[in-house]
């Protein structure tokens, strides 16, 4: 497959839990990656691994796979938390990489 | 703690060459078992990854960007870089070299370069 597919908007009410969802056929034989990009700013990691945080990134960030879709949960959304959010992995080939179209957080 | 910096003109004009570098320390790109990712990000819209290479030999590109990119990696000055030729208005975008990490997760970024295709 060569197809990562995310929500465009998701909202949030500050202190709730949100999950933002990556769905692909090479979710099946790959682990996600997730990156916290805000305005004028590089994407950052924040999960690898499927479940794993680089360090200096909170604990309310997890994530988790079920079948060919990838998840990212905030526990507790904070206000900083608001930016766009990309998954990617490799394709089910395995030689290209893939990027979701990514997500627009907002916490209200 | 792998550093990672982009240079190169911020003006190219349509139907020349778009040239950049990824200068990188804290690793040695040429030993380093890693892949070196060129990624870009037009304005206001999401990422699309442009191709990466692999201790300076082996290389992948975007099957959508092939024609027209080259990766290449100076081992003596531990950086890589990226041409794209007969850019249009559709090239322009910000440009970020990444590091494909150990956890099949582009680990570390650089801070990006807007690079701009006008006459």
């Known amino acids: 497959s060569s197809e990562l597919t995310q929500d465009p908007d998701v909202s949030v009410a500050l202190g709730q839990t949100v999950r933002i969802t990556c769905q692909g056929d090479s979710l099946r034989s790959y682990y996600a990656g997730w990156y916290q990009q805000k305005p004028g700013q590089a994407p950052i990691l924040v999960i690898f691994n499927k479940d794993m945080r680089p360090s200096g990134i909170p604990d309310r960030f997890s994530g988790s796979t079920s079948g060919n879709t990838a998840s990212l949960t905030i526990t507790g959304a904070q206000a900083e938390d608001e930016a766009d959010y990309y998954c990617?992995?490799?394709?089910?080939?395995?030689?290209?990489?893939?990027f979701g179209g990514g997500t627009k957080l907002t916490v209200l | 703690q792998v550093q990672m910096q982009e240079s190169g003109p911020g003006l190219v004009k349509p139907s020349g060459t778009l040239s950049l570098t990824c200068t990188v320390s804290g690793v040695s790109i040429s030993s380093s078992s890693n892949w070196w990712t060129w990624v870009r990000q037009p304005p206001g819209k999401g990422l699309e990854w442009i191709g990466e290479i692999y201790q300076g030999t082996d290389t992948t590109y975007s099957p959508s960007l092939q024609s027209r990119v080259i990766i290449s990696m100076d081992k003596s000055k531990n950086h890589f870089s990226l041409r794209l030729t007969s850019v249009t208005a559709a090239d322009t975008a910000v440009y970020y070299c990444?590091?494909?990490?150990?956890?099949?997760?582009?680990?570390?970024w650089g801070q990006g370069t807007l690079v701009t295709v006008s006459s």
């Open positions: 990617n992995s490799r394709d089910s080939s395995g030689k290209y990489l893939l």
């Open positions: 990444a590091r494909w990490g150990d956890y099949e997760t582009l680990d570390s």
